[in-house]
């Protein structure tokens, strides 16, 4: 039987006056893997954010478990969503265990600070990131690829049924994002929940369950992979001629790409040639 983790109604979000996604119905379901797409500026992060409960809605509900957001205080959301944000500035000095220890904080009492169990919890998720080695390092001496998974690990060390990753390949070389997706896929089959801003969407559709594909203020197309990754959706969305290969074997989709825009490769040929031309000089 499907469990309902997280329910959206009639969700509406903005700034002020200005609206950024209106009227979001969806329903994450137990062991998804979510990912959330969309060309820039359509309101992913800001959605992933609302969620969380970091951004006020302008209408409409979130529900977790049934409940609304507005009924949980801060401490015990944490105890079932940790989030992973786009960029996080850490201040001097933190080693990397000091960053994976702050996620046991939904769990600690004022008066006490972190335990033998939490200390090992943290280093057995430095261990799964391939971060152990950092443990004792400041985190401002350590590549943005290492810090993403240090933070990476903090949000394993916070234990919840949930993840929100905003942007988690952010600062990773190939081989590092596709370990990303792959931690997701074991974590789902633990039973945790996903939500994940991708850019990528190659690794997306490899891996990801489900797909919500943001545009125009609103969901364009919510689904399966194979459902939401066709040519005429994705150019619809992004604004540009997309090419979607699948394998002539099983029909998995093997590669998405832009089509080439002659017209516009002209005119940004033009432009490129009055930008370079000595005349300027």
């Not at 950092?134 to 350590?142: F, T, Y």
């Not at 990303?180 to 969407?201: A, D, N, Q, Y």
Request: charged share 25%.
């Amino acid at each position: 039987m499907t469990e309902t983790i997280i329910e959206l109604r009639d969700l509406s979000i903005g700034y002020g006056n200005k609206k950024v996604l209106q009227n979001i119905n969806a329903k994450i379901n137990k062991g998804e893997i979510v990912g959330i797409i969309g060309c820039n500026g359509a309101g992913k992060s800001t959605l992933l954010k609302t969620i969380r409960g970091l951004l006020s809605k302008q209408s409409g509900d979130i529900l977790y478990f049934g409940r609304n957001l507005e009924s949980f205080a801060e401490k015990e959301l944490a105890r079932e969503v940790a989030y992973l944000q786009q960029s996080v500035e850490v201040g001097f000095g933190y080693t990397g265990k000091d960053i994976v220890l702050a996620g046991r904080y939904p769990y600690m009492k004022w008066w006490k600070g972190e335990s033998i169990a939490d200390e090992e919890l943290a280093l057995k998720c430095m261990e799964y990131t391939g971060t152990r080695e950092l443990a004792e390092r400041p985190v401002n001496e350590v590549s943005g690829g290492q810090k993403q998974r240090i933070l990476l690990a903090k949000v394993l060390a916070q234990q919840t049924p949930i993840l929100f990753l905003d942007e988690p390949t952010t600062g990773l070389d190939m081989v590092y994002q596709e370990e990303i997706f792959r931690f997701s896929k074991s974590l789902t089959e633990m039973g945790k929940t996903i939500l994940m801003v991708v850019h990528e969407l190659n690794l997306a559709a490899k891996y990801c369950s489900r797909i919500i594909l943001l545009g125009d203020g609103t969901v364009i197309a919510d689904g399966k992979p194979d459902d939401v990754f066709t040519e005429t959706v994705l150019s619809k969305a992004y604004h540009a001629p997309v090419r979607v290969i699948r394998s002539h074997n099983t029909n998995e989709i093997i590669e998405i790409s832009t089509k080439e825009d002659s017209s516009r490769y002209q005119r940004d040929r033009e432009l490129l040639e009055l930008i370079c031309c000595k005349g300027y000089v």
